[in-house]
């Protein structure tokens, strides 16, 4: 007789609402089960607010058993940071994707870093505005084609992506901490997480984690592909590793970033 083997999920994500409205492939629920397990670990969750952004990101609106607001694309961060003054002994996360964080959303996490407000911001790079067809967004690669780029990203006319945690890494003051994973390594990316929540917890300062993450829909890539994309590709201009940590210092040097022919 077949055993039915029922998958652990986080304690904290709300079962009813299971399987989630992603589309196949979709690297969002992976970080989002990352945190929820942070969540978990930390034992944070009657404390806890999740504020999510527009984009592909609002379908977790109703992802977890925590109180949760859906804000204005790219002001996420600014209205937990309000909550988080309002409510100090609360634990906020500000989740959003690449479009909402860089684009939009730029000039409030320029200054939530520079404040170094105690919120944990959570961004998910999947190098393309996703909710809206794939068009090419903050973090579109140089040569990638896209909805508006289907010839490739031209770096040249257009710019190159965003090196998102460095520059915060590069204006958040002392005791920010700031990474960047991939759902590549689930076990490393949730540590990332519960270190960044544990940063606003003890008072230090942001946390800052990007997420590398997939979007077959929209890169148009089968199961190998879109694997391959995200571990090599991706992770060869948006290097994985933490940027911050809240015991040490700005460096104050100018961030080295890759050749411009990546």
């Given amino acids: 007789m077949a055993i039915a083997v029922q998958p652990q999920m986080p304690r904290v994500w709300r079962l009813e609402t299971k399987p989630h409205k992603f589309c196949p492939g979709c690297g969002h629920g992976i970080v989002l ?8 670990a930390l034992g944070i969750q009657e404390r806890t607010i999740f504020g999510c952004d527009i984009g592909c990101s609002l379908l977790s609106w109703d992802f977890f058993n925590l109180d949760t607001v859906q804000t204005h694309h790219g002001r996420t961060t600014p209205v937990l940071v309000g ?9 906020v996360v500000s989740y959003m994707g ?4 860089y684009a939009i959303g730029a000039q409030h ?8 407000d105690l919120v944990t911001i959570i961004v998910v790079n ?13 973090t579109t690669l140089p ?13 040249g006319l257009t710019g190159r992506p965003i090196l998102g945690p460095e520059l915060v890494a590069a204006i958040a003051p002392p005791g920010a901490y700031v990474a960047r994973g991939s759902i590549a390594n689930i076990v490393q990316l949730k540590n990332f997480i519960q270190k960044g929540l544990q940063n606003q917890v003890e008072g230090r300062g942001i946390a800052f984690i990007e997420a590398l993450s997939s979007c077959p829909t929209n890169w148009h890539t089968n199961a190998a592909a879109t694997w391959r994309f995200v571990e090599e590709e991706m992770t060869a201009y948006f290097p994985i590793g933490e940027f911050r940590t809240p015991d040490e210092k700005p460096s ?6 890759p050749p411009r022919g990546l």
């Fill in 33 to 40: 089960k990352a945190l929820g397990e942070a969540i978990d």
């Fill in 109 to 116: 996490l320029v200054s939530s870093a520079a404040r170094n």
């Fill in 83 to 91: 909550i988080k003054r309002a409510r100090p002994e609360l634990v």
């Fill in 143 to 155: 040569g990638q084609k896209t909805e508006t780029t289907p010839y490739g990203r031209d770096a």
């Fill in 98 to 101: 690449d479009g909402g964080a």
């Fill in 126 to 138: 999947n190098t393309v505005y996703a909710m809206t067809g794939g068009q090419m967004a903050p």
């Fill in 252 to 257: 104050g040097r100018l961030l080295e970033v």
